[in-house]
């Protein structure tokens, strides 16, 4: 129970630390404004990066030590976020429509099936790892982990509806995670975009100004968001909900034999001197 505490602990310090690192810039008094993007967080970008890598590497040491079989978990998202940073080189080198990628399908479905912490870990890492891969490193990368990991950690939250259908193993499991996509595949272009949107130069009907109040700050987002990422990011919406009623039901059953057999064996107690076997 102890080490769960300080597991939840750390990821809920380490999302704290995100939501800041998006929202600073609008409480600051002035900023440096460009026409590029990669001016954005030049300076922090490689502060937060270094931070969030190395509390990734904290979480997976505290869940190797806090539970007996945790590191076949480690191992088991080793393997899965190598062949999500495979599918992100597959989609750099061929580029799919809009915003379609392809990697949020396992990032979601991990963390529906082993729980918010590993598809926290899942999103974080598969984007590190795909962008080293792909040579895709930015100052935006920090803030793609934090929401790619946002993405996995909330997952979860999809069982309930599951849980009061009764829908486990059937399709409208399948099609409530499409729902889930699809309504990511949203909200992470409008989570991303703030990332840059306070150090934008454009039309004052769609930028940030330093001392506009919050609603006109809401409006001017989201006429910005409505002009420039709604399509694009209707593309990766779409490319999940397809992944997901394509090959959602099948990833589901493997995912769910490996957690069975990762999942804690409890030891028969025997008369005194017998050897200890497992019960599954």
Same mark, same amino acid.
């Given at each position: 129970?102890?080490?769960?505490?300080?597991?939840?602990?750390?990821?809920?310090?380490?999302?704290?630390?995100?939501?800041?690192? #998006?929202?600073?810039?609008?409480?600051?008094?002035?900023?440096?404004?460009?026409?590029?993007?990669?001016? $954005?967080?030049?300076?922090?970008?490689?502060?937060?990066?270094?931070?969030?890598?190395?509390?990734?590497?904290?979480?997976?040491?505290?869940?190797?030590?806090?539970?007996?079989?945790?590191?076949?978990?480690?191992?088991?998202?080793?393997?899965?976020?190598?062949?999500?940073?495979?599918?992100?080189?597959?989609?750099?080198?061929?580029?799919?429509?809009?915003?379609?990628?392809?990697?949020?399908?396992?990032?979601?479905?991990?963390?529906?099936?082993?729980?918010?912490? #590993?598809?926290?870990?899942?999103?974080?890492?598969?984007?590190?790892?795909?962008?080293?891969?792909?040579?895709?490193?930015?100052?935006?990368?920090?803030?793609?982990?934090?929401?790619?990991?946002?993405?996995?950690?909330?997952?979860?939250?999809?069982?309930?509806?599951?849980?009061?259908?009764?829908?486990?193993?059937?399709?409208?499991?399948?099609?409530?995670?499409?729902?889930?996509?699809?309504?990511?595949?949203?909200?992470?272009?409008?989570?991303?975009?703030?990332?840059?949107?306070?150090?934008?130069?454009?039309?004052?009907?769609?930028?940030?100004?330093?001392?506009?109040?919050?609603?006109?700050?809401?409006?001017?987002?989201?006429?910005?968001?409505?002009?420039?990422?709604?399509?694009?990011?209707?593309?990766?919406? $779409?490319?999940?909900?397809?992944?997901?009623?394509?090959?959602?039901?099948?990833?589901?059953?493997?995912?769910?034999? #490996?957690?069975?057999?990762?999942?804690?064996?409890?030891?028969?107690?025997?008369?005194?001197?017998?050897?200890?076997?497992?019960?599954?």
């Amino acid at each position: 129970m102890k080490d769960r505490a300080l597991s939840i602990l750390i990821y809920g310090l380490t999302s704290a630390i995100g939501v800041l690192a #998006f929202l600073y810039p609008f409480w600051l008094p002035a900023l440096p404004q460009s026409a590029l993007q990669t001016q $954005a967080h030049a300076a922090d970008a490689p502060l937060m990066l270094s931070a969030l890598v190395g509390v990734c590497f904290v979480v997976l040491l505290a869940e190797v030590q806090g539970e007996s079989v945790s590191a076949k978990f480690v191992a088991l998202l080793g393997i899965l976020v190598a062949i999500n940073a495979v599918l992100r080189f597959a989609e750099v080198a061929i580029p799919g429509p809009g915003g379609f990628s392809p990697i949020f399908f396992l990032i979601i479905l991990t963390g529906y099936i082993f729980g918010g912490r #590993f598809g926290f870990l899942m999103g974080a890492l598969t984007l590190l790892v795909s962008a080293l891969i792909t040579g895709t490193v930015g100052p935006w990368l920090p803030y793609q982990m934090f929401t790619a990991g946002w993405v996995g950690m909330t997952a979860p939250l999809a069982r309930p509806l599951v849980q009061l259908f009764r829908a486990e193993g059937a399709w409208l499991e399948t099609a409530v995670l499409a729902v889930f996509g699809g309504w990511w595949g949203l909200v992470y272009g409008a989570i991303m975009n703030v990332w840059f949107w306070p150090f934008a130069m454009g039309p004052a009907s769609q930028y940030w100004q330093p001392g506009i109040t919050v609603w006109d700050a809401v409006q001017r987002y989201a006429l910005f968001y409505v002009t420039t990422s709604l399509v694009w990011d209707a593309m990766r919406a $779409a490319g999940n909900i397809l992944l997901m009623v394509a090959l959602g039901a099948a990833t589901l059953r493997a995912l769910r034999r #490996f957690q069975r057999r990762f999942t804690f064996v409890q030891m028969e107690i025997l008369p005194e001197g017998a050897p200890s076997l497992p019960v599954k």
